[in-house]
Nanobody, 125 residues
Framework: QLQLVESGGGLVQPGGSLRLSCTASGFTLGNYAIGWFRQVPGKEREGVSCISKRYDYTYVDDSVKGRFTISRDDAKNTVYLQMNSLNPEDTAVYYC??????????????????WGPGTQVTVSS
């Protein structure tokens, strides 16, 4: 059974940093493109960043460009989202998601087939 689990969320002050991890079990993450999404109550889930398999392609949304960095360590079956210079608008539940193969990745949630349960990120003083 494919399983994704996010970790690394929490409470951080404005200007602080967090690193989210998305760890896979039951499958080889290296064969999948991975996306990071976030959602706040009452709003649609939005794509934050994604990375194709083999690092061929990455995407970072304009709202976080220059502050968030996505990376993957296939040996650890893990994808990371490094988040710097966090502000209160980044507060959300963050999800990672996987889709098989491809040389690119998508910011659209419907493209992904497997999802983690999410981790809460709260940016507040």
């Amino acid at each position: 059974q494919l399983q994704l689990v996010e970790s690394g969320g929490g409470l951080v002050q404005p200007g602080g940093s967090l690193r989210l991890s998305c760890t896979a079990s039951g499958f080889t993450l290296g064969n999948y493109a991975i996306g990071w999404f976030r959602q706040v109550p009452g709003k649609e889930r939005e794509g934050v960043s994604c990375i194709s398999k083999r690092y061929d392609y990455t995407y970072v949304d304009d709202s976080v460009k220059g502050r968030f960095t996505i990376s993957r360590d296939d040996a650890k079956n893990t994808v990371y989202l490094q988040m710097n210079s966090l502000n209160p608008e980044d507060t959300a539940v963050y999800y990672c998601a996987a889709v098989w193969g491809g040389s690119s990745c998508s910011r659209a949630a419907f493209e992904y087939t497997d999802w983690g349960p999410g981790t809460q990120v709260t940016v507040s003083s």
